[in-house]
């Protein structure tokens, strides 16, 4: 449980602030940075210096799940696992924990796309009410684009949700396909030796480096991370070719990658489950 959109309107997504952003401008043992907001409000490239090393909450967040937020243009989903905010189904934004943030009532949270390096600029911010009701802040260099209260639509115990992330090593191992448009089926195959993408085989050496998150090596040195996104989803992160450890970078957490894969298990029924609980917007 650590870590986590296309332009849409704000009441179906976050994205659609990312035009303005620019413009305005493991538990960390298992979960160190996280992922919150729309993609839209994650302008790439743009670095941030954090005051400290971000420190690991020890159990699911409590904003892990299903909700809809009501804010000043209406009612949208937010859907969450314990660092990624999703876009429609699909995992897009990482969450970094900042200094601040007290475990079980609050975080504050730097932010980043999938597949963009670099923090952008935007800041999210959870704070809980009660089981069922957090408020929701995204903001830019004080200003204040989004701001709501959010109701849960999944079950009241985050670590019942589908979303949580609970995997260990042998969890992640296996079959995944490659999420991406078009009519043809990439897979990606991952053993406790072997990475298989595109037909071609890479030998490694797995280790799980914290719930959720796998490190992978070849020749000794760090390859890649496979992290749980939550839900059906992982993505596989491509280190920068001779990058010393996993751990790094101005957080603590590398934020930059060579490449970054979003992938799905085939038969993952998260999905299902999310689509279920949005029926329930708008309904008391």
């Given at each position: 449980m650590?870590?986590?959109?296309?332009?849409?309107?704000?009441?179906?997504?976050?994205?659609?602030?990312?035009?303005a952003v620019?413009?305005?401008?493991?538990?960390?043992?298992?979960?160190?940075?996280?992922?919150?907001?729309?993609?839209?409000?994650?302008?790439?490239?743009?670095?941030?210096?954090?005051?400290?090393?971000?420190?690991?909450?020890?159990?699911?967040?409590?904003?892990?799940g299903?909700?809809?937020?009501?804010?000043?243009?209406?009612?949208r989903?937010?859907?969450?696992s314990?660092?990624?905010?999703?876009?429609?189904?699909?995992?897009?934004?990482?969450?970094?924990?900042?200094?601040?943030?007290?475990?079980?009532?609050?975080?504050?949270?730097?932010?980043?796309?999938?597949?963009?390096?670099?923090?952008?600029?935007?800041?999210v911010?959870?704070?809980?009410?009660?089981?069922?009701?957090?408020?929701?802040?995204?903001s830019?260099?004080?200003?204040?684009?989004?701001?709501?209260?959010?109701r849960?639509?999944?079950?009241?115990?985050?670590?019942?949700?589908?979303?949580?992330v609970?995997?260990?090593?042998?969890?992640?191992?296996?079959?995944?396909?490659?999420?991406?448009?078009?009519?043809?089926?990439?897979?990606?195959?991952?053993?406790?030796?072997?990475?298989?993408?595109?037909g071609?085989?890479?030998?490694?050496?797995?280790?799980?480096?914290?719930?959720?998150?796998?490190?992978?090596?070849?020749?000794?040195?760090?390859?890649?991370?496979?992290?749980?996104?939550?839900?059906?989803?992982?993505?596989?992160?491509?280190?920068?070719?001779?990058?010393?450890?996993f751990?790094?970078?101005?957080i603590?957490?590398?934020?930059?990658?060579?490449?970054?894969?979003?992938?799905?298990?085939?038969?993952?029924?998260?999905?299902?489950?999310?689509?279920?609980?949005?029926?329930?917007?708008?309904?008391?």
């Amino acid at each position: 449980m650590v870590w986590a959109i296309g332009l849409l309107e704000v009441k179906g997504c976050l994205m659609i602030f990312l035009d303005a952003v620019k413009a305005l401008s493991p538990r960390l043992p298992k979960r160190g940075f996280w992922t919150l907001a729309c993609s839209a409000l994650l302008a790439g490239g743009m670095w941030l210096a954090p005051t400290k090393t971000v420190e690991a909450a020890q159990d699911t967040p409590f904003f892990t799940g299903v909700w809809e937020l009501r804010d000043g243009s209406g009612v949208r989903p937010l859907v969450m696992s314990d660092w990624l905010v999703f876009d429609g189904k699909l995992p897009r934004i990482w969450l970094y924990m900042r200094q601040g943030s007290i475990p079980g009532e609050r975080y504050q949270f730097y932010a980043r796309n999938v597949s963009v390096n670099g923090l952008s600029k935007a800041l999210v911010d959870v704070a809980k009410i009660d089981d069922t009701h957090m408020l929701y802040q995204l903001s830019v260099g004080g200003q204040v684009l989004e701001k709501g209260e959010a109701r849960r639509l999944s079950v009241p115990n985050a670590d019942g949700s589908c979303l949580a992330v609970d995997t260990e090593l042998k969890d992640l191992l296996g079959s995944w396909q490659v999420v991406e448009r078009g009519k043809k089926k990439r897979m990606l195959k991952l053993s406790e030796t072997q990475l298989q993408l595109d037909g071609k085989k890479q030998s490694v050496e797995s280790r799980l480096l914290r719930t959720g998150q796998i490190g992978l090596t070849v020749n000794g040195a760090p390859f890649a991370m496979f992290t749980d996104a939550g839900g059906d989803y992982a993505v596989l992160q491509i280190l920068p070719t001779g990058t010393p450890a996993f751990t790094g970078g101005p957080i603590g957490q590398h934020t930059t990658f060579a490449q970054e894969i979003i992938v799905r298990r085939p038969k993952g029924r998260c999905d299902a489950a999310i689509k279920g609980r949005l029926k329930l917007m708008g309904k008391k």
